[in-house]
């Protein structure tokens, strides 16, 4: 158990159906949407949206992005693990 005090709790991202997972690559936030199965990247310092991946499956939860760059993610409905492998 952990108690933070005197941390300050703001919006980060808005406009999501179902957010459903998040993971950190260097200054890259990546969020799920459970609802839609799009995959929304964020830039950490600026909080502008820069991309959005469709994977067309509804029932994305969680998501690992690797230091390659690789992005794995897991689909609740299908109960499979995919990955995308960038180009």
């Keep these: 158990y952990y108690a933070m005090t005197g941390a300050t ?11 459903s997972g998040i993971a950190i690559n260097g200054n890259r936030l990546f969020v799920t949407d459970f609802s839609t199965g799009n995959i929304h990247v964020y830039d950490i310092d600026t909080g502008d949206e820069l991309s959005v991946l469709e994977t067309g499956q509804s ?11 690789r992005i794995w993610f897991v689909n609740y409905l299908q109960n499979k693990v995919y990955q995308i492998i960038p180009q």
């Design 9 to 19: 709790v703001t919006s980060f991202a808005n406009g999501l159906d179902q957010p």
């Design 59 to 69: 029932g994305i939860t969680g998501i690992v992005v690797s230091a390659s760059n």
